[in-house]
C-alpha cells in the first residue's frame, strides 16, 4: 500500500498510510468553501498521487485546511474509523498532523464557522 505525504510546509511534513491520508484529503473535500481546492484534492486521492503540498495552495485555503484539522479531525477520526486494535494509535497520528501545524507556523484560528 502507498503512503501518503502531506507537506505543510519545507521541512515540515506528515506521512500516513495510503488509506488513512486519504481518508484526511476526504475529511476536507467535503468542508472545503474553496471548491477548487476540493476538486484537486478529489484528484489527489482518485488517481492515488499520494501528496499535498499545503504551501502550493492560496493563504486563505491554508487557514481553512488548518482550521478544519484543527478543530474535528481527531473528533471525526475517533467517530468515522473502524474500531480495530490499531485506532488509538491511528487517532495519536492524527493528532500529530493537528500537532504539526502549530510547528509549521500557522497562527492561531478562533473561527469556528
Known amino acids: ?18 488509506g488513512l491520508f486519504d481518508w484526511t484529503l476526504e475529511f476536507l473535500i467535503s468542508r472545503l468553501s474553496d471548491r477548487q481546492t476540493a476538486s484537486h484534492l478529489q484528484e489527489i486521492v482518485d488517481n492515488n498521487l499520494g501528496s499535498l503540498w499545503i504551501d502550493d495552495l492560496p ?4 487557514r481553512e485546511i488548518v482550521s478544519h484539522w484543527r478543530s474535528g479531525l481527531v473528533t471525526a477520526g475517533e467517530q ?12 495519536r497520528h492524527l493528532q500529530e498532523l ?7 507556523g500557522f497562527p492561531e484560528t478562533h473561527d469556528r464557522g
Not at 500500500?1 to 495510503?18: C, Q, R, Y
Request: aromatic share 4%; proline share 5%; net charge negative.
Open 80 to 91: 468515522q474509523l473502524p474500531e480495530t486494535e490499531h485506532k488509538v494509535d491511528v487517532i
Open 59 to 62: 493563504a486563505a485555503t491554508q
Open 98 to 104: 493537528v500537532d504539526a501545524t502549530y510547528s509549521a
Open 1 to 18: 500500500m502507498m503512503a501518503g505525504l502531506i507537506v505543510l510546509k519545507p521541512g515540515v511534513d506528515w506521512t500516513a498510510t495510503g
